[in-house]
């Protein structure tokens, strides 16, 4: 069982930073790939960024966040990151981090694919 807790979200202005965690419970968490994903309101939740360390670190970015968006993890802190620079409005939305036992790079942006997910942090980008 994984427990995901997400922090770092809140209200900032066009062109600002934030660095969402991502903190897991559980001994094995660093071998479990891991996304995020945002839901906007009255939108559907979707795809941000993955990560995977094992057994070659690989990320992967939805098209909207290439360039701006990085995604990290620490694995001895049992947490992973989402630095976001140059946010935009269009960037406010509810991010979630999930994990998944599925260890493969395949339908990384299926949310159905994850088995734990965070209550959500809210990321407000004010113009």
């Known amino acids: 069982q994984v427990q995901l807790v997400e922090s770092g979200g809140g209200l900032v202005q066009a062109g600002d930073s934030l660095r969402l965690s991502c903190a897991a419970s559980g001994r094995t968490f660093s071998s479990y790939p891991t996304g995020w994903f945002r839901q906007a309101p009255g939108k559907e939740r979707e795809f941000v960024a993955f990560?995977?360390?094992?057994?070659?670190?690989?990320?992967r970015y939805a098209d909207s966040v290439k360039g701006r968006f990085t995604v990290s993890r620490d694995n001895a802190k049992n947490t992973v990151y989402l630095q976001m620079n140059s946010l935009k409005p269009e960037d406010t939305a509810v991010y979630y981090c999930?994990?998944?036992?599925?260890?493969?790079?395949?339908?990384?942006?299926?949310?159905?694919?994850?088995?734990?997910w965070g209550q959500g942090t809210q990321v407000t980008v004010s113009s």
């Open positions: 990560t995977i360390s094992w057994p070659s670190r690989v990320t």
């Open positions: 999930a994990a998944r036992q599925q260890r493969t790079l395949s339908d990384v942006d299926l949310e159905t694919t994850y088995n734990y």
